[in-house]
């Protein structure tokens, strides 16, 4: 499958990601007449004040992440834009660079300018690279005994990159999908960042008991990274849309039979997916058959050639 030359589909009544980009970059907080503070669910156990602080207090999204964006949703992008959003940055040039050098390409050694790396792996492929790393880095370091940012990273990427394959196959906008995907999680960081030692007892939790992280935070926090999520992506302008498929990418209403599937359920799948293909000693066959990717309409050899395709991208993704 070819990323780099794929258009993505326009989905009616799906959000307009190139308008997403347009506000982000202007600003506004969230959704009209919603403050930051008041969409934020109320907690037992966690204190609402500092949470408040801590969103309300989150930076920008960088430069790069809002070109990324702009490009992800535009089949017309120009190659200059993308070009010049990495050359500003010269920690994102070398990871763009070291991604064109990859063995999987077999160039190592030969890629030596931005301007090559676009033209020999693909505007897609770059922007989602560009969006990726540029959203890593504006996360920042964690001081949260139990919570190991480069497994969260790996999952979020991996999801991602699922995503944006699944969307392909249900015709959905792949770079919308993407963004979710790297979004999706969003809201684990913020609990980790405003209370680290109720983040580690939810994290032993779910792993002393086999609960679900969103389940062992509801039951300590009185509150979901899922919801929190939802929230910061209104306090980064983007559309009710994304908030909504963030908040429900655990509890997603199955799609009616012939309708088209929403972006909660995609990013579910995605979800899950990716938990099923980051584990030590995964049960592909075991994961291969769980009935919930009928509603893809894919048989067996279709879907193990996409996971496939997946672990090869997380691989090459991981490097960059």
């Given at each position: 499958?070819d ?21 982000i ?6 959704e ?11 907690a ?13 207090s ?7 992440f809002?070109?990324?964006v702009?490009?992800l ?25 070291r ?9 190592q050694?030969?890629v ?5 790396a ?7 492929t770059?922007a ?7 959203l ?6 964690l ?5 190991c ?6 999952h979020?990427?991996?999801t ?18 993407f ?13 980790a960042m405003?209370s ?8 032993q ?14 039951q ?19 559309p ?12 997603p ?28 000693c ?9 009935p919930?990717?009928s509603?893809?309409g894919?048989?067996?050899q279709d879907m193990r ?7 090869d ?8």
């Amino acid at each position: 499958m070819d990323l780099s030359t794929h258009g993505a589909a326009t989905t009616p009544g799906a959000p307009d990601a190139g308008a997403t980009a347009e506000r982000i970059r202007h600003g506004g907080a969230g959704e009209p007449g919603v403050s930051v503070v008041e969409a934020i669910p109320p907690a037992r156990l966690l204190e609402p004040a500092a949470w408040a602080r801590c969103i309300v207090s989150l930076p920008s999204l960088p430069s790069a992440f809002i070109a990324a964006v702009e490009l992800l949703s535009n089949d017309d992008a120009s190659t200059a834009s993308c070009i010049a959003a990495i050359e500003r940055d010269q920690a994102l040039t070398v990871r763009v660079l070291r991604l064109a050098n990859s063995p999987f390409y077999g160039a190592q050694g030969q890629v030596s300018r931005i301007g090559d790396a676009v033209q020999m792996l693909g505007l897609r492929t770059v922007a989602s690279a560009l969006a990726a790393v540029s959203l890593r880095t504006a996360l920042g370091s964690l001081r949260c005994k139990e919570f190991c940012f480069t497994s969260y990273w790996r999952h979020t990427l991996c999801t991602a990159i699922a995503a944006r394959e699944l969307a392909q196959v249900a015709s959905l906008d792949a770079g919308e999908a993407f963004l979710l995907g790297l979004l999706h999680d969003v809201g684990k960081v913020i609990l980790a960042m405003t209370s680290p030692e109720l983040e580690s007892q939810a994290l032993q939790l779910a792993r002393s008991e086999g609960m679900a992280m969103h389940d062992a935070e509801q039951q300590l926090f009185g509150v979901t990274h899922a919801e929190v999520g939802a929230v910061v992506a209104r306090q980064w302008n983007f559309p009710a849309s994304f908030a909504e498929a963030i908040a429900d990418h655990h509890r997603p209403v199955a799609a009616p039979p012939g309708k088209r599937l929403s972006f909660p359920l995609l990013i579910h799948l995605a979800n899950q997916m990716a938990h099923g293909l980051e584990e030590p000693c995964a049960d592909m066959e075991a994961l291969l058959k769980d009935p919930m990717w009928s509603v893809l309409g894919r048989g067996e050899q279709d879907m193990r050639a996409l996971m496939a395709h997946i672990t090869d991208e997380l691989h090459i993704m991981s490097g960059a």
